[in-house]
């Protein structure tokens, strides 16, 4: 097979054989924990702009079906593992994760210590890299250095809804929902459409900058706003949104959705080291002391010091005490940092969307 090179702006260096298509890529240089689930992984919008590195050694065991995906295209840059499993078993197999790729465009590396790479970016901190097959180390530093930094662009126009759509698209025969919530699309997962489906609900995902006007005009018995990739710090059109619902509709803000919550209540938002990405990362519900296994996937989190009074922390993370969950105190608004929708993930946290449809329930 071919070689392919992965540089890091540090100088590292991790030479492999190249999986997927014979391209060059570059984004910033992020790992995920997770031991499944990478196909939703791949098609999950808030990795958009990032070349992603698997920790478990082996992907692609069980292959490529037509229903895992949690958006309508691959979303990632390009992909690092340390083993592709060139003959998956799994009776919705369809592909493999080398003709996946292949068939999308988008490269991949493969032979690669994602373990290393992984001790290297929780020591050095994430950092942006260049995937290439054709230059030495030298060539590709002088390259990423004229590219831009992760959190100079703006990616969430890229991986919104060009025009709003309801999902499901057609309902069967006598089947009705009891409720609408409008999804302002940051980079949302289709799961979790599927969810609010399966709560009774009809969710009708909006295009990135959407106006509190125009969404209020649509009658909404709730909104969400999803995940994303990207700097919060950025979205000020998704911020001037949710200020005009607040106190109007009841909210409910999810990882990037979560930040735009906690800036459109006073709060900052800072840049994390090296990130929260994988299906296992604990999380405690102040109000019950109980701990959660959460699935994660963001860089950034929310500075708990400067929010409105108005606001409790409701959530925290167990490994690092930051912010992972908001509620308000007299308005019907919740956010969690993490992906309570789990795909990939464990289902302990589905209870955290049967709460905002209760919030929905009782009103404004």
């Not at 001037?240 to 990037?256: E, F, Y």
């Not at 840049?271 to 109980?290: M, S």
């Amino acid at each position: 097979m071919d070689k392919a090179l992965l540089v890091l702006e540090d100088r590292s260096s991790f030479a492999g054989e190249a999986i997927g298509a014979r391209e060059s890529a570059s984004g910033e240089v992020v790992f995920s924990t997770s031991m499944t689930g990478y196909q939703e992984a791949l098609t999950d919008p808030s990795f958009a702009g990032q070349i992603l590195t698997m920790t478990y050694p082996l992907q692609g065991n069980y292959g490529i079906n037509e229903y895992d995906v949690e958006s309508r295209r691959i979303q990632v840059r390009a992909l690092v593992v340390r083993e592709a499993c060139e003959a998956p078993v799994h009776w919705r197999s369809k592909r493999t994760l080398h003709e996946y790729l292949l068939e999308n465009g988008i490269p991949g590396i493969a032979g690669v210590d994602t373990r290393a790479l992984t001790r290297r970016l929780r020591t050095a901190g994430v950092m942006m890299g260049l995937l290439t097959h054709d230059e030495t180390a030298e060539q590709a530093l002088a390259r990423l250095a004229e590219m831009p930094q992760y959190g100079a662009t703006d990616l969430v126009p890229w991986v919104s809804a060009r025009k709003a759509y309801d999902y499901p698209e057609t309902r069967t025969e006598g089947e009705k929902a009891k409720r609408r919530i409008v999804v302002l699309d940051l980079g949302v997962k289709y799961n979790i459409l599927r969810v609010l489906h399966r709560l009774g609900c009809q969710g009708t995902a909006v295009p990135c900058q959407t106006s509190a006007e125009d969404i209020l005009a649509m009658r909404p018995d709730g909104v969400l706003l999803s995940p994303g990739p990207g700097d919060p710090a950025l979205l000020d059109y998704a911020v001037r949104t949710t200020r005009g619902l607040i106190g109007k509709v009841p909210v409910m803000g999810i990882c990037l959705g979560h930040q735009v919550v906690g800036e459109a209540f006073g709060g900052k938002t800072y840049k994390l080291k090296f990130g929260h990405r994988g299906a296992n990362h604990p999380v405690r519900d102040e109000a019950t002391g109980r701990v959660y296994i959460t699935a994660q996937n963001h860089g950034y989190a929310v500075d708990a010091a400067g929010l409105s009074a108005h606001l409790e922390v409701s959530h925290r993370n167990v490994n690092d005490g930051t912010v992972e969950g908001l509620r308000h105190l007299r308005e019907p608004v919740m956010t969690i940092q993490y992906h309570s929708e789990a795909s990939p993930g464990p289902h302990d946290n589905m209870y955290l969307f049967e709460r905002f449809v209760e919030m929905v329930d009782g009103g404004c």
